[in-house]
């Protein structure tokens, strides 16, 4: 049974960066592709990248200069940095699995809120 | 960016009954639609892709239709369990997006 597991800090200070790791469990994470999704009450879900073993990345236009995405194909992991903070960064981020190409987000992450402040 | 709307945004139905909710894309998405269940506290869980194709395990109770611009969910025979915010997303085009979610509520 494939399982996606986020981890990392709660709580951020503004203008410092996030960062944040997917465990991946079931499956090996060269198999298939990975996302991040955010979800707070003003924005809603909102998508902010994705990438695959061969680290062809795909970011969000909002966000892609304060991203960066990588993948541990020895840990089995796949990691979010997102750098200069503000209280907007404030969300639930998941980690989600699609399945290639033009593929719907078919498991999430259990999800891990992150407060961004002083 | 593909602006995906949905409509409405909350809406109260019995159990038992059947609910319909649209979405709308700014633009044509060629059917690569998805529908997602969200409970409180939980993650978004797939419950149709690719506008019509129910997810392994999913209820047939549950519907998806539509093409180009504008896609319906319905849920036929309401349980409590189906009591839950619903939204569509997009994936034809980068960056992905969502509708803003539909909250079915138990009248």
């Known amino acids: 049974q494939v399982q996606l597991q986020e981890s990392g800090p709660g709580l951020v200070r503004p203008s410092e960066t996030l960062s944040l790791t997917c465990s991946v469990s079931g499956v090996s994470v060269q198999a298939f592709y990975y996302n991040w999704v955010r979800q707070s009450a003003d924005k809603g879900l909102e998508w902010i990248g994705r990438?695959?073993?061969?680290?062809?990345?795909r970011y969000n236009p909002s966000l892609k200069s304060r991203i960066t995405l990588s993948l541990d194909m020895s840990k089995n992991q796949v990691s979010l940095s997102l750098n200069y903070v503000t209280a907007a960064d404030t969300a639930v981020y998941y980690c989600?699995?699609?399945?290639?190409?033009?593929?719907?987000?078919?498991?999430w992450g259990q999800g891990l809120l992150v407060t961004v402040s002083s | 960016d593909v602006q995906m709307t949905q409509s409405p945004s909350t809406l109260s139905a019995f159990v038992g009954g059947r609910v319909i909710i649209t979405c709308r894309a700014s633009q044509n998405i060629n059917n690569y639609l998805a529908w997602y269940q969200q409970k409180p506290g939980k993650a978004p869980k797939l419950l149709i892709h690719?506008?019509?194709f129910l997810k392994s395990g999913v209820p047939s109770r549950f519907s998806g239709s539509g093409s180009g611009t504008e896609f319906t969910l319905a849920i036929s025979s309401l349980q409590p369990d189906d009591f839950a915010t619903y939204y569509c997303q997009q994936y034809n085009i980068y960056p992905l997006t969502f509708g803003g979610g539909t909250k079915v509520e138990m009248k």
């Open positions: 989600v699995r699609d399945w290639g190409s033009l593929a719907p987000l078919d498991i």
């Open positions: 690719k506008t019509s």
């Open positions: 990438i695959d073993s061969s680290e062809t990345i």
